[in-house]
């Protein structure tokens, strides 16, 4: 079955680097996501890899992927208080459109 | 500008009543999805829908129907609402084929089963 999981914490410095690591155990995965739910709001998606991809970098973010491991990974440089949020990772398989998400890594970011 | 709505935001209502959520959309979105969020679980899926009168079954559908009358709403009903169903509810929509398959989120509504 699919399982994807994420660390449940991180706690950073505003201006360091951060990185949120995911694992997924599905092989057939088309696309993985990262999104950011910031409190009382909705999901709101960052970035996505396509999966004969291994990096991606936008902005202040850079992403990760290693199939062979199937570990994902998302860099934000330069992190500031407003990254603080909950960051997701997901992925969509060759099944159809639907999502599997991870439980969640909570970012926090301190001045 | 298009969007996503959920109606309503906030909800307590009592063991065993009747819910429903409302989800509306304005991208013209083929596919409809709903989640709930719970602490160290993430998002799950309930139900989705690949278009209008087609409805399927997520993750953890028991519980929980909808039905696809049109291209802009995906209403999701608690049939007798019990407290596990304490949650909330995120409605998603995408276009299929776009790149990435992005899925846009609602803002989630919060229920409280009493």
């Known amino acids: 079955g699919e399982d994807v999981e994420q660390s449940l914490f991180l706690s950073v410095r505003e201006g360091d680097s951060s990185v949120i690591n995911c694992t997924y155990t599905d092989s057939s995965s088309t696309y993985l996501y990262w999104y950011k739910q910031e409190p009382g709001a909705g999901l709101q998606l960052l970035t996505y890899i396509f999966s004969n991809m291994d990096m991606k970098q936008d902005q202040r973010l850079t992403v990760l992927l290693n199939k062979k491991d199937k570990h994902l990974s998302l860099r934000i440089a330069d992190t500031q208080t407003g990254d603080s949020a909950i960051y997701f990772c997901a992925e969509v398989t060759n099944a159809g459109n639907m999502l599997t998400f991870g439980g969640g890594t909570r970012l926090m970011v301190k001045p | 500008d298009a969007e996503i709505t959920q109606s309503p935001r906030h909800k307590i209502t009592e063991t065993g009543r009747q819910v429903t959520l409302a989800c509306h959309q304005t991208?013209?979105?083929?596919?409809m999805f709903w989640y709930r969020q719970d602490l160290g679980h993430g998002l799950r899926l309930i139900h989705y829908s690949y278009g209008v009168h087609d409805t399927n079954k997520g993750e953890v559908s028991d519980g929980y129907s909808v039905s696809r009358s049109n291209t802009e709403d995906l209403p999701l009903t608690l049939e007798s609402a019990a407290s596990s169903q304490t949650s909330v509810y995120f409605c998603?929509?995408?276009?299929?084929?776009?790149?990435?398959?992005?899925?846009?989120f609602g803002p989630g509504t919060r229920l409280t089963v009493t």
């Open positions: 991208w013209n979105h083929n596919n």
């Open positions: 998603a929509s995408s276009d299929p084929g776009a790149p990435g398959d992005e899925q846009y």
